[in-house]
């Protein structure tokens, strides 16, 4: 009897996004290749499907979320992970702690047990409901950030990216504070300070007046407190905020004050922003200039994930 032929490995990265399409739009068991499909290749393959979206149908944009999704299972990362669990003394409380942890020596007990719940179900939800979707889609990102490969971590944003960009309109410089809720704008901004090196805390929504966001550094010669107030609005910000942010640099012994804003700000707070030294305003503009610069031209496809990632950052140094 013939011996069956193994297919070929093709890398997924020298291909163009159409070559790439053509073999992710193909049943699995269909394909004459192996190849990654799991994801988008590189940055590229992702900036021009983002950019070409509305040339594709919708059956086009499910197939390939079918492909990003995880539809439960295992993943090969998994054995290490058991490896790695079995051999620690808190084992016990791991497995009272974390569903995954439960899962994961469950399912190496026969269990039959799926280490990774699937998340293909939010398909469904579309086209009506996306907004639902995205959020389904963030809640199991947070939940797993610190354990998942880093390529599922990738294609839960790039699925997030591909459903924002096909069934909502696409963030823009103009619409910003349109799309993004208050709660969220207030983490992307922390996310700056976090790739810049600070420590930081988003302080709770039921709080009154004051600050949005604490960022500290400890430098050479002080303890860097930055108070950071978010306003998510259209309207230019009036003279009585910035004022307001400012008495509160003494109660927090900050060293200064950042006023973030989706719009701009009247010329008289800015002309009282100049008079003092411990008062940043970044509009609008500068706003934008400043996450291009941190996270990339693409970072308006990316907001959900940025958001989750910096969620689950300050969460984990709360914990440390």
Known sequence: MPRKREKKFIDATTLSLDEWLTYAEMPEVSRPVLIECYRFPTDQHFRDYIDTIKTRTEHQIKILLRNFLPMGGSFGIDSDRLREYLGREDLSELYEKYEWVRRLIEGAAGKKRHVWEGLSWVIDLLPRFPTEAISAIEAYNLSHYFILPDGRIHSLSDSVAIIRAKYLEAITEQNLADTIAARDFEFLAASLYLAEGYQVQVTQQTRDGGHDVLATKDLPNLTERILVECKRTRSPVPIQVARALMGTLGTYRATRGVLITTSRFTVPTTTFA???????????????????????????????????????????????
């Open 274 to 320: 100049k008079g003092t030294a411990r008062l940043e305003l970044v509009d609008h503009d500068a706003l934008c200039r400043r996450f291009n610069a941190i996270h990339g031209p693409e970072w308006p496809s990316r907001i959900s994930q940025i958001v989750v990632s910096t969620r689950a950052k300050i969460a984990k140094g709360r914990e440390g």
